[in-house]
């Protein structure tokens, strides 16, 4: 398998990339990042060390193992038709266990990879030639919509494209029905070497439903978590605080839909609230109320009466008595009563993690004195 990585045009082979390529200064950390990625991973190296991305906690140091991660890679390219000689763009932070997966299909399926450093639009600094797969952010595959008319054009013809990293909005997922490219979101995590389970996000085949990759098995604990098995996990069960809905689909594989996190529900009176069917639902308030729509989470807040009070964090100024009701209205026609936020608060700018993710523990302990918030409304 012939594999190469282009940077700033110069194209390197994997006997160059095994060798090491002098640093001559003129390489930026992400692509210096990359060639010394390639050249461990041509040497043999049998263990990685990478770093969660600290969106459900302090980012950790998890060691995968190469059989993991080439499997991965493997059951990538098996589900998505990848072939050797595909053109490959590289456009996520090395740093990361998603950019060093890309680079890893890359050197394994014997892809031609061209690499640019991270940045919102992924297509700014390649030129014309065609991508046949790549891997992209939400924020990156929106800025490729809105771009000029040649980034359209250079979008529908690939053949596939990963969307990982962030949840995808309704709104997003909305306009992607006219893109022509197969696109497909992800779901997985830094244990499993990303992803080990997709579900399509456009054309015909459009599914709320993730299906696992060849290899992977779905379990659920009592809790209604996720639990997964696969050559990526070194068959070892790998369990989640995801709570899903599993179903066998046709034609007899298992499938299941992702619900949300069980660490955080909220726990509102004794009753128990999903916080992403509410962030769901006030993400489509935000055009109906008129308002324009903003950064926000939802989550659960210190309340005497109620133990927490659903809670919905804004970022930026207040939105004022009328904006708040209207917002609160257009929320409610997705929710039960218990489920609507009964507080608003507000930060001026949230907290992010190192990969560009909200940081909600951080952001809510800038919050002043939550526990002297007016009591939420009955």
Known sequence: MTTTLTINSRVYTASELLAGIPDHGALGDNARAALDFC??????????????????GAPKPIALHREQMEASARATGQALGLRPGMAALVCLPL??????????????????????????????????????????????LQTLLDGPPGYRER????????????????????????????????????????????????????????????GVELAVDDRGCLRVRGPMTLDRWVQT?????????????????????????????????????????VERAWPASGLEARRFFVAGLPDERLGEAVTLVIEGEPLGEAGESALRD?????????????????????????????????TLAAVEDPSALPSARP
């Open 241 to 281: 605080n995801d709570l899903v809905e599993l179903a066998s689909l046709p034609p007899g594989r298992a499938a299941f839909r992702w619900l949300g996190r069980w660490d955080h529900v909220i726990n509102s009176g004794g009753v128990k609230v999903t916080v992403e069917m509410v962030e769901a639902a």
């Open 95 to 140: 740093r990361a266990i998603a950019g060093q997966m890309m680079l890893v299909r890359g050197l394994t399926l014997g892809l031609a990879m061209t690499l640019v450093e991270p940045s919102g639009d992924p297509l700014a600094d390649l030129p014309a030639a065609a991508v046949d797969f790549t891997a992209v952010v939400p924020l990156q």
């Open 330 to 362: 257009a929320s409610m026609r997705g929710l039960e009563r218990y489920q609507a936020p009964r507080r608003i608060v507000y930060r001026p700018r949230f907290i992010e993690t190192e990969t560009g993710k909200i940081d909600r523990a951080a």
């Open 39 to 56: 050249r461990r991973w041509l040497s043999g190296q049998v263990e990685f060390t990478v770093h969660t991305s600290g969106s459900t």
């Open 155 to 214: 979008l529908d013809r690939m053949q596939a494209i990963l969307v990982g990293g962030a949840p995808v909005s309704a709104a997003l997922e909305q306009r992607l029905q006219t893109v022509v490219a197969p696109l497909w979101h992800t779901y997985g995590m830094t244990e499993t070497a990303t992803h080990v389970a997709l579900r399509r996000l456009n054309g015909p085949e459009t599914s709320p439903w993730f299906h696992p990759l060849p």
